[in-house]
């Protein structure tokens, strides 16, 4: 038997958002365990070059519903990348997900060959569908799922690997 569109998407994406909210719980549990400001940790970075955690947050969520919208050929909705707090990224991350489980799998099947044009600050990015979700999306949102629990991870938050990865 051979994996979806959709169940490469989906799913795959609802699960990261899901526990990339755990361990946004846990750091503001942190947070307000040690007395520390919470914008402490949501400005922290791992290294001067690389965004905060709440920007990790929004590129997460930005691709995680940029990907079913371009795979479902839809328009994507824009976000205001606001945020200033862990309650308003947990609601960002929430909106996301029920975002991506209003999709119904005849939406995002079949678009292994739709084309998908990214326009970045620089240049132009084309895909394939497939291409697009297994070399592009899954990589990046993993990549900011990633820095932010290691961002929180280095503050001192207990996290563990089983937060990262969640339940089966």
């Known amino acids: 038997m051979s994996i979806t569109m959709y169940?490469?998407?989906?799913?795959?994406?609802?699960?990261?958002?899901?526990?990339?909210?755990?361990?946004?719980?846990?750091?503001?549990?942190?947070?307000?365990?040690k007395n520390i400001a919470p914008e402490?940790?949501?400005?922290?970075?791992?290294?001067?070059?690389?965004f905060p955690l709440i920007r990790q947050?929004?590129?997460?969520?930005?691709?995680?519903?940029?990907?079913?919208f371009r795979l479902a050929g839809?328009?994507?909705?824009?976000?205001?990348?606001?945020?200033?707090?862990?309650e308003e990224l947990q609601k960002r991350i929430a909106y996301v997900?029920?975002?991506?489980?209003?999709f119904k799998p005849e939406?995002?099947?079949?678009?292994?060959?739709?084309e998908i044009v990214l326009q970045t600050r620089t240049n132009e990015l084309r895909f394939r569908g497939q291409d697009y979700l297994l070399g592009f999306v899954l990589p990046n949102i993993y990549f900011h799922c990633t820095t932010a629990y290691a961002?929180?991870?280095?503050?001192?938050?207990?996290?563990?690997?089983?937060?990262?990865i969640g339940k089966p």
């Open 40 to 50: 402490v940790l949501l400005h922290t970075r791992i290294t001067p070059d690389m």
């Open 151 to 164: 961002i929180l991870r280095g503050a001192g938050v207990a996290l563990g690997k089983m937060d990262f």
């Open 74 to 86: 839809k328009d994507v909705p824009k976000m205001e990348d606001n945020e200033t707090t862990f």
């Open 57 to 68: 947050v929004q590129i997460a969520t930005d691709m995680a519903k940029g990907a079913a």
């Open 97 to 102: 997900i029920d975002l991506l489980k209003g």
């Open 7 to 33: 169940q490469a998407c989906v799913p795959v994406l609802v699960r990261a958002l899901t526990n990339l909210s755990g361990v946004l719980t846990k750091g503001a549990a942190h947070a307000a365990e």
């Open 107 to 114: 939406e995002i099947d079949g678009s292994e060959e739709r």
